[in-house]
């Protein structure tokens, strides 16, 4: 077999396994997009008008490179409105959004929960 056709072979055998490869990943997975995603999520909001900077998130899957900023994408929002800026003020509304995206820098787990941290407003 001459050089060129070894070649040639082999570029399409790496084409053909990298797409197979990207194929399997990309079966719509949070993991696969390079985001995060989240059934459900809580946000506090203070009586100053500010969403609280951590999130709280439910059933969550996390891709698994480690990124310096995290896109999450929620289903479903359930933000409490405080009264004051402080917890222990009572809760003066709720609100409910969907289909949410926001950023964060990192999470910690514990409890089933994903607790995210350095989300801006958006």
């Not at 399409?12 to 990309?26: D, N, P, Q």
């Not at 809760?91 to 929960?113: A, P």
Request: hydrophobic residues 30%; aromatic residues 6%; proline residues 3%.
């Amino acid at each position: 077999m001459n050089l060129t056709l070894k070649r040639l072979l082999g570029v399409t055998a790496a084409v053909i396994t990298g797409a197979s490869a990207l194929l399997g990943t990309g079966v719509g997975t949070a993991a696969a997009s390079g985001r995060a995603h989240c059934d459900r999520a809580e946000q506090d909001m203070w009586s100053s008008g500010g969403p609280s900077r951590n999130l709280t998130g439910h059933h969550c899957s996390v891709p698994n490179n480690k990124r310096r900023w995290y896109t999450i994408e929620i289903d479903t929002l359930v933000r409490t409105y405080y009264k004051r800026d402080t917890l222990d003020a009572g809760v003066d509304r709720t609100e409910t959004l969907h289909h949410r995206t926001i950023s964060c820098m990192g999470y910690t787990s514990g409890d089933g929960k994903l607790n995210w941290f350095g989300c801006p407003p958006a």
